[in-house]
């Protein structure tokens, strides 16, 4: 059996993607940061055998390298867990304090997560890294300016999936960022154009099928590829 490591996994895609890898035959161990918010995670754990949850704030380091001790050998590892910051601050207010949470939640811990877990997926036959990006991370696509914040995060979250693909690639590695859409989810918002469901659905498809060359892609997530 297979077995994934997912972070984030309390609520919105998170939890929509736990939901679908189990179904889809995959052993879980998927983290989440406060029982509070993870009351639908906990009790999905009571009754799926293949499921089992972590508490981790993916910046508290030395509690990530713990944690790792613990696990098993893994074949994926889906970086999920990321944090919008405040909206509507544009131009000229810029709140730095907030800059570097985001910095740090969406680009600094996905690649120390994959540093401490590369043990742990060295003798995979699969070994995929994912790294849930976003769209406004691309140069491309950014037409209307503004999201300072979360757009820069994301941005060079591309970069270290690029480079992670340069240097694991000869050792097996697939590793890909991937956009999950605009999601009906607390982040997303009500207006969001797709529920979490369809969109894990199109994730797992892309990285079930992902093959080897693909490694160091951007892509949405039914299939086409997103231009950095």
Request: net charge neutral; aromatic share 8%.
């Amino acid at each position: 059996m297979k077995t994934v490591f997912i972070t984030g996994a309390n609520r919105g895609i998170g939890l929509a993607l736990t939901k679908t890898l189990l179904a889809g035959g995959y052993r879980v161990h998927a983290t989440y940061r406060s029982a509070s918010s993870a009351q639908e995670l906990l009790a999905l754990e009571t009754s799926e055998s293949h499921l089992t949850t972590h508490v981790l704030d993916v910046v508290n380091y030395p509690e990530a390298a713990q944690l790792v001790s613990t696990l098993p050998e893994l074949d994926m590892v889906i970086n999920n867990a990321g944090y919008y910051g405040p909206k509507g601050y544009g131009f000229g207010n810029t709140d730095v304090e907030e800059w570097r949470k985001v910095f740090e939640i969406n680009t600094m811990a996905p690649l120390k997560l994959v540093e401490l877990l590369y043990p742990k997926l060295i003798n995979s036959s699969i070994k995929k890294i994912i790294c849930l990006s976003s769209k406004v991370g691309s140069m491309a696509e950014n037409t209307s300016g503004g999201g300072y914040i979360y757009r820069s995060s994301k941005a060079a979250l591309n970069s270290v999936v690029k480079s992670l693909s340069n240097d694991l690639s000869q050792e097996g590695f697939t590793v890909l960022a991937l956009h999950p859409g605009w999601v009906q989810t607390q982040m997303g918002g009500p207006n969001a154009l797709i529920s979490p469901e369809d969109s894990a659905k199109g994730l797992v498809d892309v990285i079930i099928n992902a093959q080897s060359q693909q490694s160091g892609q951007f892509i949405n997530f039914d299939g086409s590829i997103i231009p950095w």
